[in-house]
Nanobody, 125 residues
Framework: QVRLVESGGNSVQSGESLRLSCVRS????????MAWFRQSPGKKREGVAF???????EYADSVKGRFTLSRDNTGNTLFLQMNSLKPEDTAMYYC???????????????????WGQGTQVTVSS
């Protein structure tokens, strides 16, 4: 059974940093492409960052230059390093995964069959 577990969310001040983690288990093949999405109250869930199975990455324009994806040596933990956080980054952050996601569709939540429960990030001004 595939499982994605996020952690690392917290309440911080504007300009500070956080690192989110997403640990996958139960289906490496099924979750070879992984992404982070976020959703704030009243807004649609949006794609934040994506890592293809071959290591290529994509980022939303709103986070380019501030957020960085990486993986641990096992490949089973996906990290999202978030620097220079802004109040508009406040949201519930979700890890998502699936076997094959086209780069051009990475920000479409319909492409992902596996989701974590989310971790809350709150940035105060």
């Amino acid at each position: 059974q595939v499982r994605l577990v996020e952690s690392g969310g917290n309440s911080v001040q504007s300009g500070e940093s956080l690192r989110l983690s997403c640990v996958r288990s139960g289906g490496v093949y099924k979750t070879s492409c992984m992404a982070w999405f976020r959703q704030s109250p009243g807004k649609k869930r949006e794609g934040v960052a994506f890592m293809h199975s071959d290591g290529r990455t994509e980022y939303a324009d709103s986070v380019k230059g501030r957020f960085t994806l990486s993986r641990d040596n096992t490949g089973n933990t996906l990290f999202l390093q978030m620097n220079s956080l802004k109040p508009e980054d406040t949201a519930m952050y979700y890890c998502a995964a699936d076997h094959l996601v086209a780069l051009g569709l990475w920000a479409d939540e319909e492409e992902y069959g596996y989701w974590g429960q989310g971790t809350q990030v709150t940035v105060s001004s």
